[in-house]
């Protein structure tokens, strides 16, 4: 495989790994709604600058 699709599995499996994290924790009770919401939200941010940043860098091999 090449590099962007390398960079683009990686930055998948962070975004599902760190999503189901706050799913649990929402789940047990352990964060309330908000802090559930604005950690998806700043999280959804940070995942998509990735993203950009990996399609533009890598070239499409």
């Not at 009770?29 to 802090?35: D, F, M, R, S």
């Not at 700043?42 to 070239?59: G, T």
């Amino acid at each position: 495989m090449n590099r962007k699709k390398i960079a683009l599995i990686v930055i998948m499996l962070m975004e599902a790994l760190f999503f189901g994290l706050f799913t649990i924790l929402y789940v047990n009770g352990t964060i309330k709604l908000v802090a559930f919401a604005a950690s998806v939200i700043v999280f959804s941010i940070v995942v998509n600058a990735l993203l950009v940043i990996a399609i533009r860098k890598f070239p499409n091999n």
